[in-house]
């Protein structure tokens, strides 16, 4: 029986809320009806669970002083559907499966009703989601902060196989999972007439007439697997601080009478507004001022209310800034201990250095986010003040470990050339600074960061990403997660470094075939799931060669386009030259304004277009773009993967966690060593991974040395028959311009991520790819291999090296 509710009073709370709430009863009610009522009674269990925690843990004397309060801060958290995860944390699906059956219906029915939560976008926010869910099963105290947003990302939608955005409304079928507090809410101030002046007793400043801004928060509570504790995911929605302007109402300025309201409101709008024109860039820095100023308010009156004043603040709180968009709560902090708090500068630096840790995510120039300098200066002009007084401490300071070398210390500034950088001020301000692959986290100690990890080597380490198991490998492929229980026990679901015992079994062959057929059956359910959603067909006994990421130059997604058109030229060749048939399932969003990225998707549209209109190549071929990826799809299509394609050009890629998500699933992957490809291919071996093209040291000397990408063309005439088919075009549509991206240069160089020159090596290794799996054995011996290795990239054993390393707390007992 499960502790926290019996069946009987399931049906009593559900029919309580569905009488009162929906006007119905369980008989008649809708699947809808049933979703909203027991989502409702789980988020009232997970309040009842989260209070008990808060007021029964227990921290034994001995620990006290290494016990801290977690804040995790970022722009996103891509936490997917809450109804499935909570019932499996809560160990409740099979009593929902029992309750729902005189109704015919299944837990299943009741996910379909809940919309994915619009928080995030892609690899950034899945990991935040991860990390707290690990938090909370470990056992870990962590409230995460980000914004309430009225609009997802977007929704996408492919026309004529351009990429089009709609709103993606998850509120109405998400609410339910988030709940407001109104009694915690926090002002947050921009613009205003700004004055500082010195006294005999000190420096003094005044804003007057400041736009201020509420910041109401919504709580999301998110429960750990087999554990006491829940975590706390806060959102803020953004609200006018001033009533209706009745006045110009009556006057007939009804604009003007929502105009304060509504320019505040449009920050909490929607997720990562468009920076290619000024008022984007402005929108975007006000949301993170605003998540950033929120909650360190709340951060600190919360510390206040229990220690009473700053002095062990380090001691007890660890706050984390997930990449640089909250970079600002270094000043922000500032702001609050020497404004509110009435702290020295040398004291107030010294709580904040000791309390922020700061993870990189990227080492592309392009997301090293930058601000120009008046921008700032007058949206906020006391934190401007207080990067300026950092900026100006810093020179000096580093003036001591670099004497005369200023070009050195303008480039690692926080300030210069007008603009405010937002990762030197990041590293500038943190205590600890991580990378998320061992590549990743050597780059930048060699090259991006080089010249701070001279000044403070140790204050860079490496945490490399991992992922939700319980919900990749337990929710979304429960037949697999069977077989492995089956196989080495269930303890490796909350210890997830047993599940490397697995790979112990990659020669069995009983093991061998039952992998094989859940792998089938999980093609073929993930078939019907497409067919029924798009009308579009799949051979689940074709090979399932997966790419599933953001859409990016670098990600090479036009690298997998080239080589399946050389495939269909291949083909209408010689009818006989493929024997199995292949099919690329293509799942990706490319930003708005990015037009590259969005003729990239056009033209694997496209291509899938000419295949279908093609009897000869639809018989071996079919190409995929899957509309409007998210977490949900993601769920069923790592399940159904063979290949998996993780082909970004090296040193690139900071980590990835979808090549993690597809190996725990099974898929083998094809990749280039970069990011975390690098340590799985340490973990399973040369034999179970199929690795190619240049390393990352190779690419830093083949642009040193110069890249002729039009020479490498040439020399492949098959490379070149599929270039030069680009203008002819695919489905009517032609693409010149993809064409002159890979061969005229633009910038510095034609095809800046080396397409060209890693396809050979790429073509060749796929075609040993494709041959090794006309051997069922040694394919599903690779598949248990991956699996078992990936113990190693577990989302559970990444916080536990957060918090033994950065943030140097222990869960609670």
Not at 151 to 174: H, I, M, S, T
Not at 215 to 237: E, F, H, Q
Request: aromatic content about 10%; some cysteine; overall charge negative.
């Amino acid at each position: 029986m499960n502790e926290l509710l019996t069946e009987t009073e399931l049906r009593r709370r559900i029919d309580n809320l569905l009488q009162n709430n929906f006007h119905t009863v369980f008989e008649t009610a809708t699947a809808d009806d049933l979703y909203q009522s027991l989502s409702q009674v789980i988020y009232d269990l997970l309040q009842e669970k989260k209070w008990a925690f808060n007021h029964k843990r227990k921290v034994p004397e001995r620990e006290k002083d290494n016990y801290k309060k977690i804040y995790y801060i970022s722009m996103e958290f891509l936490m997917g559907q809450s109804l499935k995860n909570n019932l499996y944390n809560l160990e409740l699906t099979e009593m929902v499966r029992d309750f729902l059956k005189p109704r015919g219906l299944t837990p299943e029915d009741l996910y379909a009703c809940e919309p994915d939560a619009g928080l995030g976008n892609g690899g950034l926010g899945r990991l935040a989601a991860c990390y707290m869910d690990a938090m909370a099963s470990q056992g870990y105290d962590v409230t995460g902060f980000c914004i309430r947003y009225e609009y997802g990302l977007f929704r996408q939608k492919l026309v004529d196989g351009w990429q089009a955005e709609l709103p993606d409304n998850w509120l109405p079928g998400g609410r339910v999972w988030i709940r407001q507090h109104p009694e915690d809410t926090f002002d947050v101030h921009f613009y205003g007439d700004y004055h500082e002046w010195w006294e005999e007793d000190g420096f003094h400043y005044r804003v007057d007439n400041p736009e201020t801004v509420q910041a109401i928060p919504y709580d999301m509570l998110i429960p750990g697997a087999k554990s006491d504790c829940v975590a706390k995911l806060r959102l803020w929605k953004a609200s006018g601080s001033t009533s209706f302007d009745m006045s110009s109402f009556v006057n007939g300025d009804f604009t003007k009478a929502e105009q304060q309201k509504n320019r505040a409101e449009l920050i909490s709008k929607v997720l990562y507004p468009a920076d290619n024109v000024q008022e984007g860039k402005t929108l975007r820095l006000k949301q993170q001022y605003f998540m950033v100023s929120a909650s360190c308010q709340n951060i600190v009156r919360d510390f206040i209310h229990v220690h009473g004043d700053l002095t062990r603040f380090p001691d007890k709180v660890a706050i984390h800034i997930n990449d640089t968009h909250p970079a600002l709560v270094i000043p922000e902090l500032m702001r609050i201990f020497m404004d509110e708090y009435n702290m020295e500068w040398d004291g107030a630096w010294d709580l904040v250095h000791r309390s922020v840790s700061y993870t990189n995510h990227t080492v592309l120039q392009e997301a090293l986010e930058k601000w120009n300098e008046p921008l700032l200066q007058t949206m906020l002009p006391r934190i401007y003040g207080i990067i300026k007084e950092i900026d100006r401490r810093f020179h000096i300071d580093m003036e001591k470990k670099f004497p005369g070398d200023e070009g050195k210390i303008n480039w690692m500034a926080p300030i210069d050339g007008g603009e405010i950088r937002m990762a030197n001020l990041s590293v500038i301000g943190s205590h600890q600074i991580n990378g998320v692959s061992k590549l990743h986290s050597e780059i930048l100690k060699e090259d991006l960061f080089h010249d701070f990890y001279l000044a403070d080597p140790d204050k860079f380490t490496n945490v490399t990403n991992g992922i939700a198991y319980r919900r990749w490998l337990c929710q979304s492929n429960p037949e697999l997660s069977e077989l492995v229980s089956e196989c080495i026990g269930a303890d490796w679901k909350t210890n997830g470094s047993l599940l490397e015992q697995f790979a112990g079994f990659r020669n069995d062959p009983d093991v061998q075939q039952r992998c094989g057929k859940i792998k089938q059956r999980n093609k073929i359910r993930f078939s019907e799931k497409v067919r029924k959603e798009s009308g579009i067909s799949l051979d689940p006994d074709s090979l399932f060669i997966v790419q599933a990421k953001r859409l990016h130059e670098y990600k090479r997604q036009l690298l997998n386009a080239i080589r399946i058109i050389t495939r269909m030229q291949m083909l209408r060749d010689d009818p006989n030259s493929i024997d199995r048939p292949e099919t690329y399932l293509f799942a990706a969003k490319a930003a708005p304004s990015y037009y590259l990225a969005k003729s990239i998707i056009q033209l694997i549209a496209k291509i899938g277009q000419e295949i279908d209109r093609d009897p000869a190549l639809q018989k071996k071929l079919k190409v995929v773009f899957l509309e409007n990826y998210s977490v949900t799809m993601a769920e069923s299509l790592m399940p159904a993967a063979d290949i998996s394609e993780q082909i970004s050009l090296a040193g690139k890629e900071a980590s990835g966690t979808g090549n993690m998500k597809l190996m725990i699933n099974g898929a083998v992957t094809i990749g280039t060593l970069d990011g975390a490809n690098v340590e799985m291919a340490e973990a399973v071996g040369p034999d179970n991974i199929f690795i190619f093209g240049q390393k990352a040291e190779e690419v830093q000397e083949n642009l040193r040395k110069g890249y002729d990408a039009k020479a490498v063309c040439q020399k492949n005439p098959k490379l070149k028959r599929a270039v030069d088919a680009l203008p002819a075009g695919f489905a009517g549509t032609r693409f010149d311009g993809l064409r002159d991206y890979l061969l005229k240069p633009s910038y510095s160089i034609a095809d800046p991520y080396m397409n060209l020159l890693d396809f050979e090596d790429y073509d060749r290794t796929h075609e040993r790819m494709q041959k090794a799996y006309e051997d069922s054995a040694r394919w599903n011996h690779m598949a248990i291999v991956n699996i078992g290795k990936s113990a190693r990239f577990s989302a559970d054993r990444a916080v536990k090296e957060y918090a033994d390393n950065i943030w140097h707390t222990l869960p609670i007992r």
